[in-house]
């Protein structure tokens, strides 16, 4: 018999409304869902792989057992969590309970229950050592928008905006990063036909490129020069806001003068642009309402922070806000509903707080504890030690940079213990592997997906949508699974520990206040957990789930409010410090561009994200193999025929640190002089290289975890590496 039911693809955070096809109870096929009001029948080629990678033969339905000669045995989860609860009783007891981490991945945003049970466990613990991958992926958005101060209304509606400038971001591959979550491709093309102008700034002409009216195709690692140009051309015009600066800014004199060194004829030469189109893309942005918005490569420079702070400055000076009287797309559903007042919350000190690490002076962020540390961390032996991690819903073996000297760091623990859908690369140096249930096993809902409108401007759906989606099937017969939370609950309850979570709020949203304690006795179910975390949701959750395609929840009664009487805070575009930086940056023009080339590295190694992967999840589907089972490493063809190669070669990619085989591919939508790779693939160190064509290799084995380092965030410079390339025999 075949039935069909709505539901919410996870295997991403797009957080597509599909449908799934059932033959007998069992999954056959996933596609669009037309009647979905946000996502209109989108699904991409991973969410249509979503019934496969359900009945993979790769998919643990048992937990594992690391036994002493290294192989692995399935042991029933029960068993695994009475064993893990102990040694880390015992752990704890012995070095403290800092001697315990916690490191959450991608795929605990797109659940979202673990997050809050996982902190709330660590907290119980008395451990502050939680690690997340926002810290390797944009953590300085974060501290950049303390330093700037927030503005406590959204970005232009996306329906109203003249302009969308997007750099080194490909939301056309990627999602969210700076079109509207839910179907972008769609967006953008209504909202390029109704007149509003794109820019994008990408060293390849990648998927979303493409569909620019202008588009910068820069040397890689530019992308603070641009901006800075950007500024300097815009001030220097005066094409700036100056009503809206007057009243809300402070600092613009200082930032007059701090960009005056970035020339636009300098920036463009060094960035091998035409200075045209730079001054194009300036005056177009500054001169329409919209909003800029940019993806995880500018991040990855090693000055993220920086990059960021002038990139909110930009829309800053140029007043890319919502003012009084503006209608409010979204003013939350699952979230608490927010005011929107036109006015500033006042800037702070987002970094440099508790807790502090033991190496290199790292602290804490609002970007997050420095993942990049975490290795140094396990291996630096003496008081403080990290000795246990509970890594969830991640695989840092390949996604931490410097994979050797990480996987070296793991393998040292005293614990590791990885919850993972399938035997990955950090699976595979745990001590216990707990198996979870997938999506169609479990509820769902949008609330990560409209945090995600905290982010950054530019980010997150466009109007007020959210969907439920109710467990569909049971796990295969014979499963022994559990949900993610569900580990850390059961984890407290054998050491005896209280756990309590908030509920879900949003910046100036008013809570009903306090934390909600878990019945530590009746274990609650996960729809427990989502009516604790949705309690102050504007739509009760109740409400949500009568519409089982989604819906959206408009408030046509919101607008921004005036700025209340009184207010005096101001946005800072001229942070001393972001102002050292600054100097710092303009006293290294001249020595950008070719004169920064290393001809012993004559190559820039960039990263760029694939449809068929979401990073190093999808590799083993045979629907997402098909093309390429491994990751290309994309080179332009010229670049290929001078250097005596052709598709398919083999090569050995060599940075300052490490080197690594790869496969070849032509790409003339990149820039000459360019590799373009995608991350987190591949294997342990010791597999990878003969294993190449079957999974991909690893390019985070280039990286070093002390290469400008931000130094707010502690993130490592990960993307414009210097490599050389060298045919091998295969
Ligand atoms: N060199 C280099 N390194 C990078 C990057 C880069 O561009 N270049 N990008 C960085 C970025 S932006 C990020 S976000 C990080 C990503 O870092 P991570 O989040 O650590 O890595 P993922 O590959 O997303 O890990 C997902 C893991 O979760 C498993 N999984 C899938 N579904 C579930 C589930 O429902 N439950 C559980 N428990 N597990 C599940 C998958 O099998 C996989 O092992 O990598 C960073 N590292
Ligand atoms: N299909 C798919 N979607 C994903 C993921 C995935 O693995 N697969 N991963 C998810 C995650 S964790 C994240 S963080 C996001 C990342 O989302 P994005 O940041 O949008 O993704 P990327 O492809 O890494 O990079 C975007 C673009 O930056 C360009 N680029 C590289 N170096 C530079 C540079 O120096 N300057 C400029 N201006 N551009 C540069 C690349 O050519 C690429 O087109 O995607 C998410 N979505
Ligand atoms: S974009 Fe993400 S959520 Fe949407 S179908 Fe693809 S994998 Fe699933
Ligand atoms: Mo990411």
Same mark, same amino acid.
């Given at each position: ?5 709505? $539901? ?33 029948? %989108? ?36 068993? &695994? ?24 991945? $991608?795929?605990? @945003? ?47 509606? %996306? ?32 909202? @390029? ?31 603070? %020069? ?47 642009v035409p200075v045209a189109d730079l001054l194009e893309a300036t005056r177009t942005f500054a001169m329409g309402c919209g909003v800029a918005t940019a993806g995880t ?26 003012? &009084? ?81 990480? *996987? ?17 690369? $950090? ?109 102050? &949701? ?6 949500v789930r009568k519409h089982p395609h989604g819906a959206i929840f408009r408030d046509e009664t919101m607008v921004v409010a005036p700025r209340e009487e009184g207010w005096?805070?101001?946005?800072? *575009? ?99 002089? @360019? ?29 070093? @975890? ?6 707010? $965030? ?8 210097? *490599? ?7």
């Open positions: 018999m075949r039935t069909t039911r709505p $539901t919410m693809c996870r295997f991403c955070d797009n957080g597509c409304g599909v449908l799934v096809d059932f033959e007998d109870g069992l999954p056959v096929k996933a596609r669009g869902d037309r009647d979905n009001p946000a996502y209109a029948g %989108f699904c991409c080629i991973k969410g249509q792989n979503v019934p496969d990678q359900w009945n993979h033969s790769g998919r643990l339905l048992q937990s594992q057992k690391r036994l002493p000669d290294g192989t692995f045995a399935p042991v029933a989860s029960s068993e &695994a969590i009475d064993a893990i609860a102990e040694k880390l009783g015992e752990i704890a007891a012995k070095h403290g309970p800092r001697s315990v981490a916690l490191y959450e991945g $991608t795929y605990s @945003v797109v659940n979202p229950a673990t997050m809050p049970i996982a902190k709330a466990f660590m907290e119980a613990l008395g451990s502050s050592l939680v690690f997340n991958a926002n810290s390797i992926d944009m953590p300085g958005k974060a501290v950049a928008q303390a330093l700037h101060g927030t503005w406590q209304a959204p970005s232009p509606p %996306f329906e109203s905006r003249d302009v969308t400038m997007l750099i080194g971001a490909n939301p056309l591959v990627s999602f969210q990063m700076g079109l509207p979550i839910a179907n972008p491709g769609r967006e953008l093309n209504a909202a @390029v036909a109704r007149g509003m102008r794109f820019i994008v700034i990408d060293p390849r002409r990648s998927e979303t490129a493409r569909k620019a009216h202008i588009h910068l195709q820069c040397r890689p690692g530019h992308d603070l %020069f641009l901006v800075a140009a950007m500024l300097n051309v815009i001030l220097r015009e005066d094409l700036h806001d100056a009503a809206f600066v007057a009243e809300n800014v402070a600092g613009l004199k200082t930032l007059r003068a701090a960009v005056e060194p970035f020339d636009p004829e300098l920036v463009a030469e060094q960035a091998d490569a500018p991040s990855f420079n090693g000055q993220g922070t920086l990059f960021e702070y002038l990139l909110i400055t930009l829309n800053t000076i140029c007043g890319q806000w919502s003012r &009084a009287g503006d209608p409010v797309a979204h003013t939350g559903t699952l979230t608490p509903a927010f005011p929107a007042i036109a006015q500033a919350s006042a800037p702070y000190r987002g970094y440099g707080y508790e807790p502090k690490l033991r190496v290199r002076d790292i602290a804490n962020c609002d970007g997050g504890l420095q993942a990049s540390a975490l290795a140094e961390e396990i291996l630096l032996e003496g008081e403080g030690q990290i000795r246990a991690l509970i890594s969830v819903a991640g695989n840092p073996a390949l996604a931490i940079p410097d994979q050797v000297l990480n *996987v070296r760091a793991l393998e040292k623990l005293d614990l590791l213990v990885q919850i993972d859908i399938k035997r990955s690369a $950090t699976a595979r140096v745990a001590d216990y592997v707990i198996a979870p249930k997938l999506p169609l096993e479990m509820a769902g809902m949008t609330l990560s997906q409209e945090l995600y409108g905290f982010y950054a401007p530019g980010i997150g759906y466009k109007e007020a949508y959210a969907q439920y989606a109710p467990p569909l099937i049971e796990p295969p017969e014979g499963a022994d699974v559990i949900e993610d939370w569900e580990l850390f609950y059961a984890l407290a309850q054998r050491m005896g520990l209280e756990l309590e979570i908030a509920p879900a709020t949003a910046p100036g949203a008013k809570s009903s206040g306090g934390r909600v304690a878990l019945d530590m006795t009746r274990k609650p179910s996960t729809d427990d957990i989502f009516e604790i975390l949705t309690r102050d &949701a504007r739509v009760p959750l109740s409400e005096i805070e101001r946005l800072d *575009v001229a942070n001393p410090e972001m102002m050292t930086d600054l100097a710092d940056l303009a006293a290294s023009l001249g020595k950008a561009g070719a004169a920064g080339l290393d001809s012993r590295y004559p190559f820039r190694l960039i990263n760029g994200r694939l449809m068929r992967s979401y990073n190093s999840n999808g590799q083993d589907l045979e629907g997402l193999r098909r093309k390429w089972p491994y990751n290309p490493a994309f080179m332009h063809p010229d670049d290929l025929e001078r250097e005596g190669l052709g598709a398919g070669d083999l090569v050995e990619i060599r940075s300052e640190h490490g080197s690594i085989r790869g496969i070849v591919q032509p790409d003339a939508e990149l820039r000459a002089g @360019v590799v373009s790779m995608a991350p987190t693939y591949g294997g342990l160190p010791d597999e990878q290289d003969a294993k190449v064509r079957e999974w991909g290799t690893n390019s985070g084995r280039l990286l070093r @975890v002390d290469d400008s380092v931000d130094r707010y $965030t502690g993130q490592p410079r990960m993307g414009n590496i210097s *490599v050389s390339i060298q045919a091998v025999p295969d």
